[in-house]
């Protein structure tokens, strides 16, 4: 086992918390989407991780069945995004504010 | 040759019916456009009753365990399908005279079988992987029935909102479950509590997992803090999905909950014991001080139902057979009451198209006098949500609280009362709106058109919610006899 374990999970913090800031930070609902991506893929990194450390392939189609899930929340967020621009929205989230309070 | 886990069809026969109601119908309407309407009611009522029909006749059986043991068909499963397939077949009722339903009958009615089947896959897993793919499964559906109203900004805003944290909700809860399965090695909630049970090294990864397990359910059954996206996509998707939301997906979420903490995580009660208790706490006071400040009556429902999962969330923490008896019937029977509230307000929406349909409590003034039937009822659901007799809700708080004070949990039951009498005020204030007389109109509303789906929901959450509190023995022998599948810790 050339990588400890342990490297894997930290790349996979890090790159969880860069989606997390980008989802909390950016104003743009593509950019939004992207970093939902890049969350999902960081628990991807964590499952396969685990996977060959506790053997079995259990994580590995886990893995599997997130992306195949995350493929089908991107086609719904894409959807939206696509619904609003044609209802001439203004494609920044600072301007969502029809419902607040 | 790989072998293919052996599938119960019987098992999953509701589930199986929906899905195919769901295609089936998508495929009819491209054929027979013309007929969209009357074939999305007709399919889709179809489909649910079918669903309804193998859930009632599974009822009382031993459990079905199948899906390479992954999925549980016992008697909180059907509970959950029944309930979750009435309080769909009422929106379809609820939308019949919806403008946004006679162009795109199809889609809504699928979507909703969609989701329905979801909530089945939820309710009875036992893995997180299947937890995770009818979570999604009716989360993605559910955020698009809340974008429906295509017409409306709100609606597309509330849509894209939802999309966003309820995707945070769920990547939070598989990226616990990878976790723990790092800890245990297993996926399956029996694995993981097995392997809780011998104690092992990974504490600090059982911790992390267990708490990112905790704050993704957390967030999916709208308890404080993680209760942001819960107004504004109340107030912004179409009523009749509001109401379903505010019922079914509250109820489901916390069957996940309790199935996840009671049968994966017995071994760590230490952890989400007291996380639980905060998260009630702070729910149930915050939720409903923020419903006293609003003006808009969906919106104060929205906080109301946030103030309502922190009394649900007791009925877990006391644990007891008697807690999990509590918190099925007083989901249920809040289901039921949400469903017939916000049919009550989508009857109002209706009178005031030219006002572009806000439910304000400025805008309702007086109109308890033009409606008096919607709005009697709306005074009985406001009570129910209070808790008061002789009502479901108020059986279904005084079971949740009678439990917390015998099991040495008295103080939730005082926050909880506090709670209530805070909600009281709110709901005084819709009442004393509706019937303003300084606003009276002598003249009866005429009938509008669709208005029949509407009184008939509210009928059948009006008869529910008043048998529910006048002769409840029947449903909190259901209730106790669903609840008794879920694993017991005391």
Same mark, same amino acid.
């Given at each position: 086992?050339?990588?400890?374990?342990?490297?894997?999970?930290?790349?996979?913090?890090?790159?969880?918390?860069?989606?997390?800031?980008?989802?909390?930070?950016?104003?743009?609902?593509?950019?939004?989407?992207?970093?939902?991506?890049?969350?999902?893929?960081?628990?991807?990194?964590?499952?396969?991780?685990?996977?060959?450390?506790?053997?079995?392939?259990?994580?590995?189609?886990?893995?599997?069945?997130?992306?195949?899930?995350?493929?089908?929340?991107?086609?719904?967020?894409?959807?939206?995004?696509?619904?609003?621009?044609?209802?001439?929205?203004?494609?920044?989230?600072?301007?969502?504010?029809?419902?607040?309070? | 040759?790989?072998?293919? !886990?052996?599938?119960?069809?019987? /098992?999953?026969? !509701?589930?199986?019916?929906?899905?195919?109601?769901?295609?089936?119908?998508?495929?009819?309407?491209?054929?027979?456009?013309?007929?969209?309407?009357?074939?999305?009611?007709?399919?889709?009522?179809?489909?649910?009753?079918? +669903?309804?029909?193998?859930?009632?006749?599974?009822?009382?059986?031993? !459990?079905?365990?199948?899906?390479?043991?992954?999925?549980?068909?016992?008697?909180?499963?059907?509970?959950?399908?029944?309930?979750?397939?009435?309080?769909?077949?009422?929106?379809?009722?609820?939308?019949?005279?919806?403008?946004?339903?006679?162009?795109?009958?199809?889609?809504?009615?699928?979507?909703?079988?969609?989701?329905?089947?979801?909530?089945?896959?939820?309710?009875? +897993?036992?893995?997180?992987?299947?937890?995770?793919?009818?979570?999604?499964?009716?989360?993605? +559906?559910?955020?698009?029935?809340?974008?429906?109203?295509?017409? +409306?900004?709100?609606?597309?805003?509330?849509?894209?909102?939802?999309?966003?944290?309820?995707?945070?909700?769920?990547?939070?809860?598989?990226?616990?479950?990878?976790?723990?399965?790092?800890?245990?090695?297993?996926?399956?909630?029996?694995?993981?509590?097995?392997?809780?049970?011998?104690?092992?090294?990974?504490?600090?990864?059982?911790?992390?997992?267990?708490?990112?397990?905790?704050?993704?359910?957390?967030?999916?059954?709208?308890?404080?803090?993680?209760?942001?996206?819960?107004?504004?996509?109340?107030?912004?998707?179409?009523?009749?999905?509001?109401?379903?939301?505010?019922?079914?997906?509250?109820?489901?979420?916390?069957?996940?909950?309790?199935?996840?903490?009671?049968?994966?995580? !017995?071994?760590?009660?230490?952890?989400?014991?007291?996380?639980?208790?905060?998260?009630?706490?702070?729910?149930?006071?915050?939720?409903?001080?923020?419903?006293?400040?609003?003006?808009?009556?969906?919106?104060?429902?929205?906080?109301?139902?946030?103030?309502?999962?922190?009394?649900?969330?007791?009925?877990?923490?006391?644990?007891?057979?008697?807690?999990?008896?509590?918190?099925?019937?007083?989901?249920?029977?809040?289901?039921?009451?949400?469903?017939?509230?916000?049919?009550?307000?989508?009857?109002?929406?209706?009178?005031?198209?030219?006002?572009?349909?806000?439910?304000?409590?400025?805008?309702?003034?007086?109109?308890?006098?033009?409606?008096?039937?919607?709005?009697?009822?709306?005074?009985?659901?406001?009570?129910?949500?209070?808790?008061?007799?002789?009502?479901?809700?108020?059986?279904?708080?005084?079971?949740?609280?009678?439990?917390?004070?015998?099991?040495?949990?008295?103080?939730? /039951?005082?926050?909880?009362?506090?709670?209530?009498?805070?909600?009281?005020?709110?709901?005084?204030?819709?009442?004393?709106?509706?019937?303003?007389?300084?606003?009276?109109?002598?003249?009866?509303?005429?009938?509008?058109?669709?208005?029949?789906?509407?009184?008939?929901?509210?009928?059948?959450?009006?008869?529910?919610?008043?048998?529910?509190?006048?002769?409840?023995?029947?449903?909190?022998?259901?209730?106790?006899?669903?609840?008794?599948?879920?694993?017991?810790?005391?």
């Amino acid at each position: 086992m050339g990588v400890s374990l342990n490297f894997f999970l930290g790349l996979s913090a890090i790159l969880f918390s860069v989606g997390l800031v980008g989802v909390l930070l950016r104003r743009s609902p593509l950019t939004i989407l992207l970093s939902l991506e890049i969350m999902l893929n960081s628990v991807n990194l964590t499952l396969v991780a685990f996977s060959r450390e506790v053997g079995g392939s259990d994580g590995q189609v886990f893995a599997l069945i997130v992306m195949g899930i995350a493929a089908a929340e991107v086609v719904v967020g894409l959807g939206l995004v696509v619904a609003m621009t044609r209802r001439e929205m203004v494609l920044d989230t600072d301007e969502l504010r029809t419902l607040n309070g | 040759m790989i072998q293919g !886990p052996s599938v119960d069809w019987i /098992a999953i026969a !509701p589930e199986v019916a929906l899905i195919v109601g769901a295609f089936g119908l998508l495929l009819l309407a491209t054929f027979a456009r013309a007929y969209e309407r009357g074939l999305s009611i007709v399919v889709g009522l179809g489909a649910l009753a079918v +669903s309804v029909a193998f859930s009632v006749a599974a009822w009382g059986n031993a !459990p079905v365990v199948t899906m390479a043991d992954a999925f549980r068909v016992d008697d909180l499963t059907e509970l959950v399908r029944i309930t979750v397939a009435i309080m769909a077949a009422l929106v379809i009722l609820l939308s019949v005279g919806w403008a946004r339903f006679r162009e795109h009958g199809s889609e809504f009615t699928a979507l909703l079988l969609l989701v329905c089947a979801g909530m089945g896959v939820v309710a009875g +897993s036992t893995s997180f992987v299947t937890l995770f793919v009818g979570l999604e499964l009716f989360s993605l +559906s559910l955020y698009v029935l809340c974008a429906f109203d295509g017409k +409306s900004r709100a609606s597309l805003e509330a849509g894209f909102k939802y999309l966003v944290l309820g995707t945070i909700g769920s990547i939070v809860l598989v990226y616990g479950a990878a976790f723990l399965y790092g800890a245990t090695g297993s996926f399956m909630y029996g694995g993981v509590a097995a392997s809780l049970a011998e104690g092992g090294s990974h504490d600090s990864i059982v911790t992390l997992g267990t708490a990112l397990v905790l704050i993704g359910l957390l967030f999916k059954v709208g308890a404080m803090p993680f209760h942001m996206w819960v107004p504004d996509v109340y107030e912004g998707a179409p009523t009749q999905v509001t109401g379903f939301m505010a019922g079914a997906t509250k109820l489901v979420a916390f069957v996940a909950l309790a199935r996840i903490v009671l049968e994966a995580l !017995p071994a760590v009660e230490h952890l989400w014991s007291p996380v639980l208790i905060i998260a009630a706490v702070v729910t149930i006071i915050g939720g409903n001080i923020a419903a006293l400040v609003q003006t808009n009556v969906k919106r104060m429902i929205a906080w109301s139902s946030v103030g309502a999962a922190g009394y649900a969330l007791i009925g877990i923490i006391v644990n007891g057979s008697d807690g999990l008896r509590g918190l099925v019937f007083y989901l249920a029977a809040y289901a039921f009451t949400a469903m017939g509230a916000f049919a009550v307000i989508a009857v109002f929406e209706r009178d005031q198209v030219r006002e572009k349909g806000y439910a304000t409590l400025d805008g309702m003034r007086g109109w308890g006098f033009s409606r008096p039937f919607a709005a009697m009822a709306m005074v009985v659901f406001l009570l129910a949500f209070a808790g008061f007799p002789p009502t479901a809700g108020f059986i279904g708080k005084f079971v949740v609280s009678g439990t917390a004070v015998t099991h040495g949990y008295a103080y939730l /039951a005082i926050i909880g009362a506090i709670g209530s009498v805070i909600g009281l005020g709110y709901y005084l204030r819709v009442i004393l709106s509706m019937y303003d007389r300084s606003r009276k109109s002598d003249v009866g509303l005429p009938a509008s058109p669709g208005l029949g789906g509407a009184t008939l929901v509210i009928l059948i959450c009006l008869a529910v919610v008043l048998l529910g509190g006048i002769v409840p023995g029947i449903l909190l022998d259901w209730s106790g006899q669903a609840s008794a599948f879920l694993a017991v810790v005391k």
